[in-house]
């Protein structure tokens, strides 16, 4: 078991509270109010100003790299001159950084993308969270358990109301992504077109934007992400990647028709974590950590702890005691007050949160290497609320 970092023999550990997380701008500055503002400036109604202050465009697209955070960007001026170079406010562009929210995972991000709102209401609020009517842990990038999609998730996407007002909406990604559950919860509305190319991608989607007088195209890239989580992103599959993403960004951004905007943004960062035992903490191996857990949701870097009925006090203590001085450890109800996942809670998106939550502050993991084989041998890794995991680009280029 790992024991807490002490300043002396005689000392005790400077525990983290909830309330010095850095929680997500909600409502000010977030992947939740993006397509709010964008809808707002189109003119939709039912829709007003945010806190995301952004010019109206008549043709809006949206370019989301899965895993390309704000951070990495700044870091990697080389694999990505265009991209960099709207950092600086060139080429007619701006960049600033917004927050992913809470945890900073794709299946949470692209919730709140599509829906316009925190996890605390679309109620993705992790990569995997125990559905409180089966007691099952539910992944919810795979969706597995299989769970009625609308009864999950039972809010209108952005897409769809922007579409039903009369402006055209459309989704360009790859054709896997048509059918899939979490794509009807957090990116349905309007039209799917599926293309397997970045190439073809991006040229749809210019294509799309010119058809009307005004639009709202969204596409993706997802390449980025898997190469950072298998080879991490100090590699040069991860940094390849930038390179061909920065390309496609170029691409669609010379292809723009007038009076429109694009958008580049992710949905986290990524950091990569040593193999070891100081930084990779192996909850199967740690009895301290498992007594009284009944199960453990989540991803490594931003857990839910779902606590035998009665024993929530206890484990409370005991990851607080353990892991308190690297990771935010709160109960269910502090990380709720913090505002970790949005101001507001959804009844049906309570119990989906952990009785104890944990959001890592250091370079370290929660892994389970014999429940979580595929997860716990990842290099890079995302979920909490640092700089480099929570911040993504807002890139923006407009003719």
Known sequence: MVQPAWQDQDSEPVLLSPDSAPAPAYGTGSLADLLPTVAAGLGVPGFGPTGLDLAPADRVCVFLIDGLGWELLKAHPEEAPFLHSILGS????????????FPATTATSLASVGTGLPPGEHGLPGYTVRDPQTGALMNQLRWKPWTPPAAWQPYPTVFRRVHEAGVPAAQVSSPTFKDTPL??????????????????????????????????????????????????VDSDAW??????????????????????????????GMIDIPFDEESRIDFDEDWEL?????????????????????????????????????????????????????PAIDERVYGRIGDVVAAARD???????????????????????????????LLEIRT
Not at 217 to 230: E, F, I, Q, W
């Open 90 to 101: 060139s080429r007619g562009g701006t960049g600033r950084p917004i927050t992913a929210g």
């Open 183 to 232: 794509t009807q919860v957090a990116l349905s509305g309007g039209h799917f077109h599926g293309r397997l190319s970045g190439e073809e991608r991006m040229d749809l989607s210019a294509q799309l934007l010119a058809r009307s007088d005004r639009a709202l195209v969204y596409t993706y890239y997802s390449d980025v992400d898997g190469k950072g989580h298998r080879f991490g």
């Open 239 to 268: 940094r390849g990647q930038v390179m061909y993403v920065d390309r496609l960004a170029q691409r669609l951004a010379e292809q723009l028709p007038p009076r429109s905007v694009l958008y580049v943004t992710a949905d986290h």
């Open 290 to 342: 498992r007594a009284g857990v009944a199960l453990l949701g989540g991803e490594g870097r931003a857990r839910h702890v779902y606590a035998v009925p009665g024993a929530e006090s206890d484990v409370l203590a005991v990851w607080r005691e353990v892991l308190g001085d690297r990771f935010w450890v709160a109960s269910r109800e502090e990380a709720i007050a913090a505002g970790w996942f949005g």
């Open 363 to 393: 370079d370290v993991l929660i892994i389970a290497s014999r429940n979580e084989v595929n997860e716990s041998a990842m290099v890079g890794n995302h979920g909490s609320m640092t700089a480099v995991e929570q911040l993504v680009p």
